[in-house]
């Protein structure tokens, strides 16, 4: 995750950790980071949400805007497109919207009840949540020690008309079972890692 950002200019990260932290932070001690690359671990708790995680680390961010992201989630995105278009909305957040490959093959049924072809993992009709968000300060009073970033906070920010959504068309894939991590461990093993694409 780090990479994706450190590639594209990204100077100062602030992982907020809980549940192994002390393995992430043995971690990004240990790598040898390109210079100028500062990272530093924030201890956030084991069973803090995300948005209460976020304001554990307030004093971190200062009164800048910032970005934040999921450990999950890799992407081809331009980060400097994703900040544009944050700045041109006006908007407190930005939340990157992609769609997904579904992972089950469809079945094409006409109005007969006939199935009449298939389409292997398609791509979702549907925008989720990918995970890369741009907060202006102001995000960070909207959140609590136990928020939950994705419930009260963005539907806040969503009926206010404070949420924009970057709408990403390249690739995303998402760490979230044993499968996905092979797959995209294959990707980086073989040197096709389409998140360290930009630069």
């Known amino acids: 995750m780090i990479s994706i950002y450190a590639r594209q200019g990204f100077t100062r990260f602030f992982p907020l950790t809980g549940y192994l932290g002390e393995m992430v932070a043995d971690f990004t001690t240990g790598e040898d980071w390109p210079d100028g ?5 924030v201890e956030t708790g084991s069973d803090t949400p995300t948005g209460g995680r976020l304001k554990l680390a307030a004093s971190t961010m200062g009164d800048d805007r910032f970005c934040a992201t999921y450990a999950d989630g890799v992407a081809d995105i331009d980060l ?4 544009d278009f944050h700045s041109e909305s006006g908007r407190e957040a930005t939340m990157t919207a992609v769609r997904p490959n579904i992972q089950w093959g ?8 006939a199935v009449t072809g298939f ?8 925008w989720v949540n990918g995970g890369f968000f741009v907060f202006e300060p102001a995000v ?7 928020s939950v970033l994705e419930r009260e906070p963005l539907e806040s920010l969503a009926r206010d008309g404070q949420l924009g ?3 990403h068309h390249g690739f995303w894939d998402c760490m ?4 996905d991590l092979v797959t995209l461990n294959d990707l980086w ?3 096709e890692a389409p998140w360290l694409s930009q630069s």
Do not use: N, W
């Open 106 to 113: 469809v079945a094409r049924i006409d109005d007969s009840d």
């Open 80 to 83: 400097d497109a994703l900040l």
């Open 140 to 146: 960070l009073g909207r959140l609590e020690p136990d």
């Open 37 to 41: 690359i500062e990272v530093e671990c």
């Open 119 to 126: 389409t292997e993992k398609p791509r979702s009709d549907h």
């Open 165 to 167: 959504a970057y709408r």
């Open 176 to 179: 979230d079972t044993y499968k």
């Open 189 to 191: 093993e073989k040197g």
